[in-house]
């Protein structure tokens, strides 16, 4: 299994940017789609972004598209993504995730590791 560690959450006020790191540390990461995903209090666990593992193919979901940008460096083992036009809906704690498989899903329950999740806050 591959262990992830998520960081650069904080608090920022709406339509500024931040940027999530996630650092990967075990098996192989080249070995590994990996997928950002959020879920806010009293919300459902919520798909934000995937890409495979040569990081050819990126998918975003509907309300992060053109403002969020996922990508991968594969040779530092670390997945980031760039958070722009931040809006207080985007509230919520960001979780990275890793998928033994070249592309991933918007399914949670297909990514077998998880890290601990970062906070990001959105004030009006």
């Known amino acids: 299994q591959v262990q992830l560690v998520e960081s650069g959450g904080g608090l920022v006020q709406a339509g500024g940017s931040l940027r999530l790191s996630c650092a990967a540390s075990g098996r192989a990461f080249s070995s590994y789609a990996m997928g950002w995903f959020r879920q806010a209090p009293g919300k459902e666990r919520e798909f934000v972004a995937v890409?495979?593992?040569?990081?050819?193919?990126?998918d975003y979901g509907d309300s992060v598209k053109g403002r969020f940008t996922i990508s991968r460096d594969n040779a530092r083992n670390t997945l980031s993504l760039q958070m722009n036009s931040l809006k207080p809906e985007d509230t919520a704690v960001y979780y990275c995730?890793?998928?033994?498989?070249?592309?991933?899903?918007?399914?949670?329950?297909?990514?077998?590791?998880w890290g601990q999740g970062t906070q990001v806050t959105v004030s009006s």
């Open positions: 995730a890793a998928r033994h498989a070249p592309y991933g899903s918007r399914w949670g329950p297909d990514f077998g590791s």
């Open positions: 890409i495979s593992w040569s990081g050819g193919n990126t």
